[in-house]
């Protein structure tokens, strides 16, 4: 079993920044794809950014250039730093652990945090 806390949420301007943190532990052991997810009200959950097990990157459109996914695998940890903040970012926060090979690909969600971005 795998827990995922996410951190970091919370009201920021327009133009401002957060940076969220997801905290991971149970089966450390085994390696992980991590993944930032966000959901709008009345909208579906959408990806924002991932990073794989070996530190490869991908961002949504909407936020390349803004947010930033990082790790700290000694400290089981993975960021989300996301700059020059618009009210359109506002959603809650989702983290994901799918797993990597050779563990099975089963994937792990957080209870999500809260960012609101006002104008």
């Known amino acids: 079993q795998v827990r995922l806390v996410e951190s970091g949420g919370g009201s920021v301007q327009a133009g401002g920044y957060r940076r969220l943190s997801c905290s991971v532990s149970g089966n450390t052991q085994c390696r992980y794809d991590m993944s930032w997810h966000r959901q709008a009200p009345g909208k579906e959950r959408e990806i924002v950014a991932a990073?794989?097990?070996?530190?490869?990157?991908n961002y949504a459109d909407s936020v390349k250039g803004r947010f930033a996914i990082s790790q700290d695998n000694a400290k089981n940890t993975v960021y989300l730093q996301m700059n020059t903040l618009k009210p359109e970012d506002t959603a809650m926060y989702y983290c994901r652990a799918t797993g990597s090979w050779p563990c099975p690909p089963y994937n792990y969600w957080g209870q999500g945090t809260q960012v609101t971005v006002s104008s």
């Open positions: 990073i794989d097990s070996d530190g490869m990157t």
